[in-house]
């Protein structure tokens, strides 16, 4: 099992950034892909950006040139960053950290969500 906890998400104004934080822990040895989801009210999640164990990324058409992935390996966890840039209204909803495990397209782990709204 992998653990995932987020932090980082608070209301802003347009414009502004903020960086979301999310720790992993347990058998992240599993673990390829990890990275940022975000979903709306009602509707499916969706992938705004994830960064494999080799350091590829892949982000959403409207993320990119304004959001930032990182992720940082220790021995015992995976810290992963993403570095929010312009932040339009659109950005706001709740986003969930998750980890994909290898030979998997869809994460298997996911954290309990934190809240980004964007006002105008």
């Known amino acids: 099992q992998v653990q995932l906890v987020e932090s980082g998400g608070a209301s802003v104004q347009a414009g502004g950034s903020l960086r979301l934080s999310c720790v992993a822990s347990g058998s992240i040895f599993s673990i390829n892909g990890i990275g940022w989801y975000r979903q709306a009210l009602g509707k499916q999640r969706e992938l705004v950006a994830t960064?494999?164990?080799?350091?590829?990324?892949?982000?959403a058409d409207s993320a990119k040139g304004r959001f930032a992935i990182s992720r940082i390996n220790t021995k015992n966890t995976i810290t992963v960053y993403l570095r929010m840039n312009s932040l339009k209204p659109e950005d706001s909803d709740v986003y969930f950290c998750?980890?994909?495990?290898?030979?998997?397209?869809?994460?298997?782990?996911w954290g309990q969500g934190t809240q980004v709204t964007v006002s105008s």
């Open positions: 998750a980890a994909v495990q290898y030979g998997r397209s869809w994460p298997d782990y």
């Open positions: 960064i494999t164990s080799g350091g590829s990324t892949n982000y």
